[in-house]
């Protein structure tokens, strides 16, 4: 079975600061990790996705993961938010070539003017 | 490519009535996903299909749910009859069913059961 643990339902940050959204997941086997954004009223849209090699992630507006294998975690981070980041962050899992994703409760991130 | 595209963005029916969700997939994706989202449980897979065949329906609630895919280009999302506890965004995406293929989602229809 596969689960994923977003630990922080909401995450207040001003803007300019860092920010941290932490994911773990469980599996026993090999596993296919993305983060997901959701702006109010519209669907999900892929942020980023490990699935093998370099365990530091770019992904889109400037956002970057960590995949940590031996403490299962799947860590979201941007050096700097802008407002415009306001948003629901999913973290999800999937193993490998199995269709079935499993999403995360999600984490809102609120950038402070 | 204009995405995946889902109709109606807003449901407002009265219990009792059946709900028709709509859902056209990305042209050349072979794969379709039903998901619900809810401020309790989150986003949950009721089916999903690869070439027009339901592969899993395990998430589905019960068997007021019912969901076809008569063509690669359209599927629906039937609930017969409606209960308030199904009022949530029922979400349709796709992919291209590759190991690296992410999940495009639709914007979702958000249904309101009085």
């Known amino acids: 079975a596969q689960s994923v643990t977003q630990l922080d339902s909401q995450v207040p940050v001003f803007e300019e600061a860092p920010v941290e959204l932490r994911c773990n997941y469980s599996s026993s086997v090999s596993v296919y990790l993305f983060w997901y954004v959701q702006y109010p009223n519209q669907g999900l849209q892929l942020l980023l996705k490990?699935?093998?090699?370099?365990?530091l992630v770019k992904g889109i507006n400037g956002f970057e993961a960590e995949f940590n294998k031996s403490q299962t975690s799947f860590h979201l981070r941007k050096p700097s938010v802008h407002i415009s980041d306001t948003a629901e962050y999913f973290c999800a899992v999937n193993l490998g070539g199995y269709q079935k994703v499993t999403f995360g409760i999600g984490t809102k991130l609120q950038v402070i003017p | 490519d204009a995405g995946v595209i889902q109709s109606p963005r807003h449901e407002v029916t009265e219990m009792g009535q059946e709900v028709t969700l709509r859902c056209k997939p990305i042209?050349?994706?072979?794969?379709l996903f039903w998901y619900r989202q809810t401020m309790m449980r989150g986003l949950e897979l009721l089916i999903y299909f690869n070439n027009n065949v339901p592969i899993d329906d395990s998430g589905m609630p019960e068997d007021r749910f019912s969901a076809k895919m008569p063509n690669a280009s359209f599927s629906t999302l039937k609930i017969q009859p409606s209960e308030p506890r199904d009022s949530a965004v029922y979400f349709c995406?796709?992919?291209?069913?590759?190991?690296?293929?992410?999940?495009?989602f639709g914007n979702g229809t958000r249904l309101t059961v009085t």
């Open positions: 490990y699935l093998s090699g370099s365990t």
């Open positions: 042209s050349g994706h072979d794969y």
């Open positions: 995406a796709s992919n291209g069913g590759g190991r690296d293929s992410p999940l495009h």
